[in-house]
């Protein structure tokens, strides 16, 4: 149980393209959702929170209006990465819990922007 | 706000000898710990957990203790085998909805054959 599903898990995109990934829970609901970053060899590094049916709480210096999210769904979040350059290229993962319970990730997806 | 530590970055191991991973966390209304095993190009994947009621848990070869007065709690990993070799990550978090989890630095465990 408490499976998480990221797509894609893997893109290449030329410079100043916008690029969505998709979080889903396959068998819970999500009431909450996060997104991370992840640079080589570091830890993950929390860029936002969103609740079902309400607005993302971005990190500080996390600019809410290059990455887009949408948590529309209790199974399904979305963070679109606007006017992407190759500054933005990295591992995103995202993670669901449900109520009180533990989060769980996704497989991340490799972001890589020419 | 909560700082987690975690030690040592990197820990090198035989097959079959155990492997201990400690953190340290600051807040001292942090009452949940969980362990994620991150293998390259994947996602965390939570591995054992840890309530502050409880001082230590079990899971097979994998245990966690708890000490609330000194703010440490520890991963240890019994009878260590090859796939045991990935990155692991501590975090500390509280129950009520806004309260973040935050993450160790993460420990890069080799175990070698």
């Known amino acids: 149980g408490a499976v998480v599903s990221q797509h894609p898990s893997w893109v290449i995109c030329k410079s100043g393209t916008s690029v969505k990934i998709e979080c889903r829970s396959l068998?819970?609901?999500?009431?909450?959702m996060f997104w991370y970053r992840q640079f080589p060899k570091q830890s993950l590094m929390l860029m936002a929170t969103?609740?079902?049916?309400?607005?993302?709480?971005?990190e500080q210096g996390v600019e809410k209006d290059k990455f887009l999210i949408n948590h529309a769904s209790l199974t399904l979040s979305t963070l679109t990465v606007t006017s992407a350059h190759p500054e933005d290229s990295s591992f995103y993962i995202c993670?669901?819990?449900?109520?009180?319970?533990?989060?769980?990730f996704g497989d991340g997806t490799r972001l890589s922007i020419l | 706000g909560e700082n987690v530590e975690q030690h040592p970055s990197t820990l090198s191991v035989q097959e079959g000898d155990s492997a201990v991973i400690k953190c340290t966390y600051s807040?001292?209304?942090?009452?949940?710990f969980p362990w994620y095993k991150q293998e390259l190009g994947k996602g965390p994947q939570l591995i054992i957990d840890?309530?502050?009621?409880?001082g230590e848990k079990k899971d097979q070869r994998i245990a966690v203790t708890l000490n609330k007065t000194a703010k440490h709690f520890s991963l240890h990993i019994t009878e260590t085998q090859p796939e045991d070799s990935a990155v692991y990550f501590c975090a500390a978090s509280g129950d009520t909805g806004g309260f973040k989890t935050i993450f160790g630095a993460g420990t890069r465990l080799f175990v070698k054959a």
């Open positions: 068998d819970f609901q999500a009431t909450t």
């Open positions: 993670s669901a819990k449900e109520g009180t319970q533990p989060q769980h």
């Open positions: 969103s609740n079902e049916g309400s607005k993302a709480t971005y």
């Open positions: 840890i309530r502050s009621n409880v």
């Open positions: 807040d001292s209304a942090s009452n949940y």
